[in-house]
């Protein structure tokens, strides 16, 4: 069962748990000289609302292994530099205060779509009667 609505939820979660992989990243690297903190682009909801409608009415699947995976590595989204402050002398941009925050929010953020997620499933279920 595939929804265009579980699929913008699906979207979001992969972009808030590679937003999370990058605050880590930030976060490690705090002491690191020249080390410029990194973030991903936001996500603009009416380009994802596109990209899901467009796919689920143009692509038919025939086989579920002919769909590939999708990596971090191969990651669909655009991360940037977003120095949380002015270089310190040794040249690092990373504010922990300010990185921790961001992490705080994206664990909010994805716990609300994995609710939202899972409150969907369980309507499906109720509606096919399991």
């Known amino acids: 069962m595939d929804t265009p609505f579980l699929s913008l939820l699906r979207e979001r979660m992969t972009w808030l748990h590679q937003r999370q992989d990058l605050l880590a990243q930030n976060v490690a690297n705090a002491d ?25 009415s143009s692509m038919t699947v025939t086989n579920t292994r002919h769909i590939g995976l999708s990596t971090s590595r191969n990651s669909p989204f655009e991360d940037r530099e977003a ?23 994206t ?24």
Do not use: H, W
């Open 32 to 56: 690191t000289p020249r080390y410029a903190a990194r973030d991903l682009k936001a996500q603009e909801f009416s380009d994802a609302l596109k990209k899901v409608t467009s796919q689920s």
């Open 83 to 105: 120095p949380d402050i002015e270089a310190s002398p040794n040249g690092n941009s990373v504010s922990l205060e300010s990185q921790m925050i961001k992490v705080s929010d």
């Open 107 to 130: 664990q909010a953020q994805f716990a609300a779509a994995a609710n939202l997620y899972a409150k969907a499933m369980t309507m499906m279920k109720t509606a096919i009667g399991r």
